[in-house]
């Protein structure tokens, strides 16, 4: 699974519409049908969105800090950015 952050200083393209560019980035990096969960920090403690392509088209589904915890294990730390990757997409 990964967890892509969308930068509130950033002045670029979304990561919403970014969608099929960072697909294809993480799913040559980590496989076709790899997770890719979408994360915006704001407002408050901001929201995270799975992307799912049950077509030809991504659609996304929302996940609670919770829910995504449980999945990634309860030593994930969700108050900070690990190894941030920036693409100039």
């Known amino acids: 699974m990964s967890v892509v952050t969308e930068l509130p200083t950033d002045t670029g393209m979304s990561i919403t519409n970014a969608a099929e560019e960072v697909r294809a980035v993480l799913e040559a990096t980590w496989g076709v049908g790899c997770r890719i969960v979408e994360h915006y920090p704001w407002p408050g403690n901001g ?3 799975e992307q799912v392509r049950p077509s030809v088209s991504i659609q996304w589904r929302r996940l609670s800090s919770d829910a995504l915890r449980a999945e990634l294990g309860p030593e994930l730390e ?12």
Request: aromatic share 14%.
């Open 78 to 89: 969700m108050t900070r950015p690990i190894e941030p990757v920036v693409w100039n997409l």
């Open 47 to 49: 929201h995270y969105d």
